[in-house]
């Protein structure tokens, strides 16, 4: 080993001596620069914040005997991180270099490396074969590691017409297997919730009741790349940075789920140098308000970030609904004139801590709490004809419902050092309780409206879920750009619920229990998998990804009322995927996938249980229910056209034994007669196939737009089911349009719009909060047409535009009601709901901080960070 060290450091003196010559090398051969040096350093704007993505590359000068001149070449390349921080080893020591950092809006800056050489009077004294001193061999290898330290851009913006054009994010960016969408500039969701959001997104259609639908069915949210318990109400959407549509998962993610894919929200992550942070407040005309505070600080190795947001709410909605029914021999009509409002309040917060160990080693620490409450009051008024005699009763519903979630999340990773190489290893724990009670009062009443009798039903319930998951991921990168990657994964989630119902019939002062209506159970789900994808490029046009998942899947559950238990055991399932893209030119894009997924279903869907808690609305499990695979291929067709960016995908999905709802007579084991029972059953199969356009462009520099439209088909076949009346295959039109107009002195005003054709129910749409008898098969039934238009005006002001005011309006023609059209067996229904309509909100934000770096010098001592520590 020391005559290894003797060899290479002898070798660097000769070659000290010998590089003041051009061409100079060991016995007249060419010169061989050891590769040794290390640079880094970062990259700053003219604000002191890091420059996030700069391009870094490394040159050197050497002589083209061909050209008989000097020419620069590459060396190396690579993009800064978050905190605008670039590495490069394996440097060559000898010949000069230099680094050229360049970014978008920013004048490029050159920037010479000169290494220093190893002095000669270091080894003197040295007899041959003796190896240098320690303390001489670090001082050698210091003067191959420069550290540039800061190294500051100069902005590059250009003046048209009066007006600043810098570097912003395209609305819409292409990824091989997603597409991701900007919406932290969207003004049309300030104050407002992530529901609002999906809104503007291209591709995805929101119903009345917040619920999403991406190509008719809805997709398994996930936040920051993993999968959450919260909803998208829970979520606001100031704290929004993008979303990643992702229509046809790779075997890096779940298996299970919906078929519609993933909707992946990531959050904003404040990075910036110093203390810094932002407020938001707002309100509505249906007496609402929101408030969000975000805080950071950054200090040498530390980032802490703190968010907390709270909102009032008032929902308010008007409908009705219209059954006929001919069952055993009874002809039956119920109308129903529906109110009801919802008042809540919510709140949230997140605190979140990441330590860099090193340059290529960080940990992470964030938790997650909040809770809210919700009050909804509804007021409906029943005429029921059975047989040609009405009856008329109102039905007064007040409840309450509480939640109170929490979450662990802790990260780790690793980066080698082989650029791009990383391990990571997540672990997430999301969890939390709630809670339910209510009193459902019913009072029949004569034709003059006056009380004949009454009955009261008291539902009190209680719950909990814990929802963990254990993941790591190894990338490696390959020759031809390409990538290696693997993992493992872990979910275990565990659910309970306690429910008890009382009832006080007509002409009774005493209240009795109803078991039957009260559902008390306790169920464990865990889903094991592995995965295991390669990409890379074929010349310097054809790209692909490929990827192998396996997953297995166990529950059980028990009904705490009866002691009965359920379990089952889903084998393991190979999920394969494989994407492929083409540059046909340098505009132009083809794309193609194939995936395959699993739905598996679960604990309230199999219990063979008849929850009569709603008399309106009696739904039942089905134990007898199999997982449904899902084959999806899609193929789309990309074009840059000037500023513009087209968009065109054509798409299937195949599905084997769909599990739907499904609306149908049965004997009801409470009562003992005929009646329509809401269950889940295993539809034969499921087509869906269209046409998607998205068009991306900025039109001028004040004027910019997105257009959307999808043009699809969808069957559910139900032959397997006896005396079901098959839906008819039906082709439906979806499109929206989002356009943002940059006026001068900081004014922007954003105006959108979409329209809904005549559409099947969606898949996956299942029972949730709402009026009764709102249950609709997605098999057994449509939504009529509609369309909203919106409207957002914002004026920045204050230095730097710190400060906006932004004032938005939803739904200003009142058009966004939802007709639901269902029918079967022996019944039809139509159901009508208008949400809040002409809602007006008005929000006011403001950004603050201290971008100072003299702060953090004076504060550079190992106490300062005390403070700074979880708990």
Known sequence: MKSRLVLFFLSLITLNGMAQFPGGGFGGGPRQDPKRGQVSGKVMNPEGQPAEFATVIVLKSEFDSTANATKEVVVKAQTTDMDGKFSFEGLPIMSPIKLKISSVGFKELEVPVQFDRPDPSLFSGMKPGQAPDMAVIQKIMAGFNKDLGELTLETDSQMLDGVTVKAAKALMEMDIDKKIFNVEKNIVTAGGTAVDVMRNIPSLQVDIDGNVKLRNAAPTLFIDGRPTTLTLEQIPADAIEKVEVITNPSAKYDASGSMAGILNLVLKKNRKSGFNGMVNIGADNYMGANTMTSLNLRQGKFNVSLMGMGNLMNRNTTGYSQRTSSIGGIDAMSYQDITSETKGMMGFGRLAIDYDLSSKTSFSIGGVMGGGNFNPYEDIMITNTINGVSSVS???????????????????????????????????????????????????????????????????????????????????????????????????????????????????????????????????????????????????????????????????????????????????????????????????????????????????????????????????????????????????????????????????????????????????????????????????????????????????????????????????????????????????????????????????????????????????????FGPPSSAQSSSQGYIEPFYGVDIAVKKSFLKDNAGSLTLSANDIFRTRGNTQVSFGEGFSQTYYRLNNPQMIRLNFSLRFGHMDMKMFRRNSNPGAMEGMQMQ
């Open 394 to 768: 109102n039905r007064l519903s007040e409840s309450s419902r509480q939640f109170r979630p929490k979450g662990l999340q802790l990260g780790f990773r690793q980066n080698f050092a082989t650029e791009g190489e990383q391990l990571t290893m997540d672990f997430n724990y999301f969890g939390g309780t709630n809670g339910n009670d209510g009193i459902y009062t019913t009072n029949y009443l004569t034709d003059g409206g006056l009380i004949t009798g009454t009955q009261i039903q008291k539902q009190i319930g209680e719950g909990q879920n814990r929802f963990m998951t254990f993941q790591t991921d190894y990338v490696k990168p390959l020759k031809n750009d390409g990538q290696f990657e693997t993992g493992i994964r872990a979910q275990l989630n565990t659910l309970s619920n306690l429910n008890d119902n009382t009832l006080k019939p007509v002409g009774s002062d005493v209240y009795q229990d109803v078991t039957s209506a009260s559902i008390n159970f306790d169920s464990d789900n865990s889903v094991y998998a592995a995965y295991v994808s390669v990409s890379g490029k074929v010349g310097n046009a054809f790209n692909y990804k490929t990827g192998l998942r396996a997953e297995s899947s166990f529950y059980t559950g028990q009904l705490l009322n009866t002691n009965e238990s359920f379990s089952n055991s889903f084998p393991i399932s190979l999920f394969p995927s494989i994407f492929l893209s083409k540059d046909l030119t340098d505009t132009d894009q083809l794309q193609m996938s194939v995936t395959r997924r699993v739905n598996r279903p679960n604990f309230f869907q199999l219990i063979p249980f008849v929850d009569y808690s709603d008399s309106l609305n009696i739904t039942r499990g089905n134990a007898d229910l199999v997982p449904e695979f899902t084959t999806s291929a899609e193929l789309s067709y990309s074009k840059t056209i000037g500023t513009g960016t087209f968009l065109a995908s054509a798409y299937f999905k195949h599905t084997n034994n769909l599990i739907t709802q499904y609306l149908g007579q049965e004997v009801n084991p409470i009562s003992g007669r005929l009646d329509l029972i809401n269950t889940f059953i295993n539809a034969n199969s499921s087509d869906n196939y269209g046409v998607e356009l998205t068009f991306t462009n900025k039109v001028t520099n004040w004027w910019d737009f997105t257009a959307n439209a999808n043009f699809y088909n969808s069957r559910i076949n139900t032959e397997n089911i006896e005396s079901s009346i098959q839906s008819e295959p039906l082709w439906t039109a979806f499109g929206k349009l989002n356009n943002n107009f940059n006026l001068k002195n900081s004014w922007v005003i954003q105006l959108s719009g979409d329209y809904q054709g005549k559409t099947n129910v969606p898949v996956s749409q299942g029972r949730g």
